[in-house]
Structures are given as structure tokens and as C-alpha cells.
């Protein structure tokens, strides 16, 4: 794919686009139809996984155990749902961490990601079962596991890219990816929507589970483009095992300033969309008081929300990355939250709220997260699988516990204050924007990676 040239007007980028796409890029499909897939299933299990955190019936929600012992101590479990959900996803966060990276250290590409998404096909025939029989405390359970599904997947995935894809294609190819990440996100609630009455929730997941065999075959056709790329970079061959220890990921993300900046940067634009996300709900209560109201509301934020990222990732992310490189990508989401913030502080009504979440959700998904995933194509395998899934699983699910906790206590003080609180979270974000900008100008722009830097004790 080369660059387009300067001459030839909307045609020459049309020609260009279509070229991107065409047969002679058997990859880009592959990859497309990959994330395509993953977020249709997830897309499918995510108003699942809502109903759960939403329900009234404890039971269904906690195990019985959890429930009489809070009773016992006069604790009332359904006025603290979230706040324990998202404690407990942190918590196995926290133990799964060591056991992916295992399984990383010793096996090589060709078993562990094909083993990932096998265990997560077996765990939806698992959840069926549990649906189908009524099992209480399904509801946590199910609720942790799709909450750690769509990092690990997710995070997968973009490592997987960083494999199939060298630095300049990626600039090229990745918001068309994402895109197709964006249409799963549009699929998966409309099959939810047409099924979940007519097929009952068991088979919805059976539905999610389906996808999830597409992405396996996905990534056996992609192995070939993988293993192609290294051979021509001269880089270890990811069909080998890389070795290293199981917690090297928590040590390299401590160490290395780059990864350090993203860890930064994730974890407070973690915090800046949980904040958002629980005073966006606080306020859709206080002004839309019918269920069908307040539904509209949500859904035409994400009517404009995935719209506008689409829009973006087409015609804007490749054109951005190519010209600027990651900068403005990071940068303009992040300058746009902090002003977002700092007007809610003044006026928090839910218009500018419903502005303000479209700017944040779209700012994340056609731009900062194309040009995060472009840096992982020029580090080594070991920060490409292992410190990137801690800083995707680990440092993101731990700003969601922190924040969700700090709204709670803030809560009490007014929708003011809580946006207040927010601008310096997203002074946060911006700085750690700014910090990964600087770091990243240390990384060779080619991905060529040292066959031993000592990292890999």
C-alpha cells in the first residue's frame, strides 16, 4: 500500500481507499472480518451483562451466600450493585494476570491464541447451562466475565495487528479496522434487540459464541501474513514461545517510560469516562423520568456516538496518522474532554452531557485508540502481548474501581463538583497524552526489534 499521491483530488483518494480495500489485501479482510466478529459477540452479550448490573433481584445477581451475609450485617447489596461488580472485575483482573502470562511465556502465537478464544467459547456454553437452569448468582459472574472478555479479547487482538502489520501500514489500515469494529458495535445490539424476546437469553450467547468461531478462523488465515512480516523485519519468529517470566508485563510497564506514559494515560481516561458515565446516569434520572424517554436518550447517543466514529475512522484517522503521526490523534480527544469537563462544571445539563459523551466515546474510538495500537507495531513481542494486555486489562479495570468509588463519594456534592473533580482527571489524561507523545519519539519507526535486550528474565 503506498502513499497516495497530492495530485488527483477526491478521485485519487477514492482510487486510494478502494486500493486499500481491495483483493490484494487479503489481510485487511481478514482482519476486518476479525474485529467485526469480536465486537458483534461482544455487542451481543453487552445488554445482557447491563440487564444484570441493573437488575433488582439481588439473588439473581449475587450468590445466595454473599447475600445472607450481607444481610447479616445490615448491608443492603442492591444499593452498592456497580460498586461491587466493578471491584470484583478487578479483583480476578488482578489473578487472571499471571495465568495469561503464563500461557504467553510458554507456548508459542499458534497455540495461545487460539487456546484464549476457545476458553471463551467455553465459558458461554457454560453461562448457558447457568441461564437455562436459573442459577442464582449468574448475574455477577457473567457480569465479571464479559467485563474481562472485552479487555483480554480486545487486547488480543490489537497485539495480533502489531504481529500482521509493520508501522507504516498500520497508519494505513487501522481506521479502516476500526471501522469494521464499529459496524460489530452497530450488529451486535440489533441482533440482541430482534432475538432476545423470540430466542430467549441462553441462546443469545450460543449466538455471541458462533462469532467468536469466526475470529478463530480468522486467526489461523492471518498466520501466514504474521509470520510473513517477520521474516522481513528480521524479527523473532512469533511461532516460538518468547519466554520470560509470567509477570514480566507488570515489571516492563513499571520500567519502560513509554509504556509507564500509557499506563498513565489509560488509567485516567478510564477515570474520566466512569465519571461521565455513572453523573450521565445520575442526571438522565433527574430529567427524563419515563423508562421511554430516558431509553431515547441513551440510544441516540449511541446513534451519534458510533456515527461519527465511523465517519472519522474512514475519512479522517489514516489521513491524520500519515500526515502528523499519533500526535494529533491523542491530543485533540484530549483537549476536547478537558473543555467538555470544564463546561459541565458550569452548566451539567444533559444536552451538554449527551455533547460532551459523544465527544469522549468517539474521540476514543476513531482516534486515540488507532494511534495507541500503532506504537505497539515498533516494541518487542514481550511489551506487544504482555505489558500491553496489564495496561489494557489491569491499569483499566483499576481506574474504573478507583473511579467508580470516587463518584460514589462525590456523589453528595452535586453534579458541579463531580465535573469539577473531572477537569483535573482529564488535565490527567491530557498529560499522560503529551508524556507518550514524547517517549514514543525513542521507538524506531520501522518496529525493528532486538532479538535479546535483556528484558526477557
Known sequence: ????????????????????????????????????????????????????????????????????????????????????????????????????????????????????????????????????????????????????????????????????????????????????????????????????????????????????????????????????????????????????????????????PLLRALAVLMFFGVGVGTLLYNEQAAIARRFFVEDEARTAYYANIDLAVNGLAIVVQLFLTRWLLRRFGIAPLLLLPALAILIGFSLLAASPFPLLVAVVQVMTRAGEFSLAKPARETLYTRVDRESRYKAKAVIDTVVYRGGDLTFVWVHKLLTALGSHLVFLAGVGVAAGMTFGAWRVIQTQRNLPEKGQEPVADGRAA
Open 1 to 256: 500500500m503506498n502513499a497516495p499521491s497530492s495530485r488527483g483530488g477526491k478521485a485519487g483518494g477514492f482510487r486510494h481507499t478502494f486500493s486499500a480495500l481491495g483483493v490484494d489485501s487479503p489481510a485487511l479482510w481478514w482482519s476486518l472480518l476479525y474485529f467485526f466478529c469480536l465486537l458483534t459477540g461482544y455487542y451481543v452479550l453487552r445488554p445482557v451483562r447491563d440487564a444484570m448490573g441493573a437488575s433488582s433481584d439481588v439473588l439473581a445477581v449475587f450468590p445466595a451466600a454473599l447475600v445472607q451475609w450481607a444481610g447479616r450485617t445490615g448491608i443492603s447489596l442492591g444499593d452498592f450493585t456497580l460498586q461491587v461488580l466493578f471491584t470484583g472485575t478487578f479483583v480476578c483482573m488482578v489473578l487472571l494476570q499471571p495465568l495469561y502470562g503464563a500461557l504467553v511465556s510458554r507456548f508459542p502465537r499458534r497455540v495461545f491464541l487460539p487456546v484464549v478464544y476457545l476458553a471463551f467459547i467455553a465459558c458461554l456454553l457454560a453461562f448457558y447451562w447457568m441461564f437455562d437452569h436459573d442459577t442464582p448468582g449468574r448475574g455477577a459472574v457473567f457480569f465479571i466475565w464479559v467485563a474481562v472478555f472485552n479487555l483480554f479479547a480486545v487486547s488480543v487482538f490489537w497485539s495480533y495487528m502489531a504481529d500482521v502489520f509493520d508501522n507504516d501500514t498500520a497508519k494505513q489500515v487501522y481506521g479502516y479496522i476500526g471501522a469494521g469494529g464499529t459496524i460489530g458495535a452497530l450488529t451486535g445490539p440489533l441482533i440482541t434487540r430482534l432475538l432476545a424476546e423470540r430466542v430467549g437469553v441462553g441462546n443469545l450467547l450460543l449466538v455471541s459464541a458462533c462469532f467468536l468461531g469466526v475470529c478463530l478462523l480468522c486467526i489461523l488465515k492471518l498466520r501466514r501474513f504474521a509470520l510473513r512480516r517477520e521474516q522481513r523485519q528480521l524479527q523473532p519468529d512469533g511461532e516460538q514461545a518468547m519466554g520470560g517470566t509470567v509477570l514480566a508485563g507488570l515489571r516492563l510497564v513499571w520500567s519502560d
